[in-house]
């Protein structure tokens, strides 16, 4: 799929386009691979995948006004992902499933509510009916760190230094993303950097990233994309940025 403008939906919402910087760093600087799980033991800790719409967490998408879903619920009370501080006591990542969206930004009230804070409005061109995204079920999730080997070899590889990474690249399935939480992310895109953020202008480091599949004309099974998210802590404002696939990392 391509990109293309918003158009006259979006015509009432910012037009600049949001700017990416440099290197991604990730916060936590830890990585863990994110497992969805059947269940869990009793917790007060509880991290969770899929689609879901949790009671008072309702945004509406602002070019579809489509209800935007939580793709990946965290506990903000888990120490390993630094997100004390924030005025939830669940911090979701949402998505908009009818399209794909290049980059958008939502803060959160002092009551914990979303807004939409700013808007790249850039969607991926589809027929009716493609382009939609599909999310899986709901499940809770085990975290598992990453290895620090994958994680520097990937940095080679986000990097295009193939050549460094070689030894390891081959080791581990370096070509599929998956889902991430904190690290080093392994980008589909080298091009993708880390966004400002429209609220305080400083760099928002990398926080997690959910693979999904997307409609696709022409394509008979949905295609993968990689959603990845951003969080400035300091004002509770999440970006998403869509990871569009390239055809090689030469």
Not at 39 to 61: K, N
Not at 86 to 95: D, G, K
Request: proline share 8%.
């Amino acid at each position: 799929f391509h990109f293309v403008g918003g158009g006259d939906s979006a015509e009432s919402l910012p037009t600049t386009t949001m700017s990416t910087l440099g290197k991604i760093s990730g916060l936590p600087e830890q990585g863990y691979f994110v497992q969805p799980v059947a269940q869990l033991p009793f917790s007060d800790v509880q991290h969770r995948l899929g689609t879901d719409r949790p009671a008072g967490l309702e945004l509406e998408c602002p070019l579809c006004e489509a209800p935007m879903e939580t793709l990946l619920r965290l506990n903000t009370q888990d120490t390993r992902l630094q997100l004390e501080g924030l005025p939830l006591h669940e911090l979701p990542l949402m998505v908009c499933t009818q399209h794909v969206i290049s980059e958008v930004q939502y803060s959160f009230t002092s009551a914990g509510e979303p807004v939409v804070a700013e808007l790249e409005h850039t969607v991926a061109a589809a027929a009716e009916g493609e382009g939609i995204i599909e999310i899986p079920d709901t499940h809770p999730v085990l975290l598992h760190a990453v290895p620090d080997r994958i994680a520097e070899t990937r940095q080679l590889v986000n990097e295009g230094r193939l050549e460094e990474a070689a030894d390891w690249a081959g080791k581990f399935d370096w070509e599929q993303p998956q889902n991430q939480i904190g690290g080093t992310p392994l980008l589909m895109n080298r091009h993708v950097g880390a966004p400002a953020c429209c609220l305080c202008g400083q760099t928002m480091p990398f926080l997690a990233s959910v693979v999904v599949g997307v409609r696709v004309m022409g394509e008979p099974d949905p295609l993968q994309l990689q959603l990845l998210y951003f969080l400035c802590r300091r004002c509770a404002n999440v970006a998403l940025v869509a990871d569009i696939p390239v055809e090689d990392y030469s």
